[in-house]
Nanobody, 124 residues
Framework: QVQLVESGGGLVQAGNSLRLSCAAT????????MGWFRQAPGKGREFVAA????????NYADSVKGRFTISRDNAKNTVYLQMNSLKPEDTAVYYC?????????????????WGQGTQVTVSS
């Protein structure tokens, strides 16, 4: 049974940084791409970033390009999201997700397993 557990959320001031982690169990981690999504209050879940199984390919939403960096440590079965220059509009619950097949796309339908989420709140 695949399980994903996020950590690292919290309350930060605008302009500061935060690093989220997602620990995976129950799978051969390096075989699968991983992604991060977020859901702000009253809004739908939106794509943030994704990374291939090897870590050689990444994909970012335009809203976070240049500020967020996704990475992974396959020896630790963990994917990270480094978030710099945070803005109040980045406030959301952040979820990590496992790619169902091969593509590290931006659609929720391409992911088949989700973590419980971690809250990130950015104050102005």
């Amino acid at each position: 049974q695949v399980q994903l557990v996020e950590s690292g959320g919290g309350l930060v001031q605008a302009g500061n940084s935060l690093r989220l982690s997602c620990a995976a169990t129950g799978l051969t981690f390096s075989w699968y791409g991983m992604g991060w999504f977020r859901q702000a209050p009253g809004k739908g879940r939106e794509f943030v970033a994704a990374i291939s199984g090897s870590g050689g390919l990444t994909n970012y939403a335009d809203s976070v390009k240049g500020r967020f960096t996704i990475s992974r440590d396959n020896a630790k079965n963990t994917v990270y999201l480094q978030m710099n220059s945070l803005k109040p509009e980045d406030t959301a619950v952040y979820y990590c997700a496992k790619v169902a097949r091969y593509d590290i796309g931006s659609s929720e339908t391409q992911y088949d397993t989700w973590g419980q989420g971690t809250q990130v709140t950015v104050s102005s």
